[in-house]
């Protein structure tokens, strides 16, 4: 492989833009090898996750023509037998970021000033222990009210509790 064509396939790897992507579609775990772009060597992944809810551990990225070439010579049984297929990745949806779990040292200060009850509605849209946490210490170091910290330690709890259970 020429450098040219190393540092771009290094170039559409920082950028996130695939040159095709392969899905499994089956529950169990596939095994698929691949041609590793920089060493050019066969490498084996092993593809898991549930592929209905676009787990990351169920998709393989190729970054150019010949390792897609190479993958499809490869892995021609799983995919001739449906368990791979090609896969469009921007057609998953983008997470788009809670605007309460990254509020700013001072829009946290600020919602500390405010009513109680508008302090309970924006934390209860928090779904991060982090923002909890840093309104925490913030509400202790401003020497808030019992009340106040002890509303925020439980919806902190709340978030490690549900937290714990995803796991």
């Not at 209905?52 to 021609?76: Q, V, Y």
């Not at 309460?100 to 200060?109: K, S």
Request: hydrophobic share 35%.
């Amino acid at each position: 492989m020429t450098e040219i064509n190393s540092s771009t396939i290094y170039s559409a790897m920082q950028t996130g833009i695939p040159y095709k992507s392969y899905r499994k579609t089956i529950l169990g775990k596939v095994e698929v090898k691949y041609l590793d772009p920089f060493e050019e060597k066969i490498g084996v992944i092993l593809l898991q996750g549930h592929p209905n809810h676009n787990d990351e551990t169920c998709f393989i990225d190729m970054w150019s023509e010949k390792e897609d070439a190479f993958f499809k010579k490869i892995n021609a049984n799983h995919i001739k037998n449906g368990v791979i297929i090609p896969f469009n990745r921007a057609s998953i949806p983008v997470a788009e970021s809670n605007p309460y779990n990254v509020l700013t040292d001072e829009e946290l200060f600020d919602l500390l000033n405010n009513p109680f009850f508008k302090l309970q509605q924006a934390m209860n849209k928090m779904t991060s222990q982090a923002p909890v946490y840093r309104l925490l210490t913030i509400a202790e170091s401003e020497e808030k009210s019992e009340k106040i910290i002890n509303h925020i330690k439980a919806r902190l709890s709340e978030l490690q509790e549900h937290e714990l259970n995803v796991r």
